[in-house]
């Protein structure tokens, strides 16, 4: 049977390991594809504004 120490260490084990489950999913879901859609945004908005400081110096 499990000594006390033994019982809250394997208590501390399954909270680190459902913290980081719960986090990887978060970041998989949520933050990853935020960070993604932002950079593409950005990377249009500099390609037509590029394009249109082109335009407009001609």
Same mark, same amino acid.
């Given at each position: ?9 394997? %208590? ?23 960070? %993604?859609?932002?950079?593409? %945004? ?17």
């Amino acid at each position: 049977m499990f000594e006390f120490d033994q019982y809250l260490g394997f %208590l501390a084990f399954l909270t680190i390991l459902t913290i980081g489950f719960w986090l990887m999913i978060f970041l998989l879901t949520f933050v990853i594809p935020y960070w %993604l859609g932002g950079s593409l %945004l950005e990377f249009l908005k500099e390609k037509r504004e590029a394009r249109k400081a082109k335009r407009d110096a001609s």
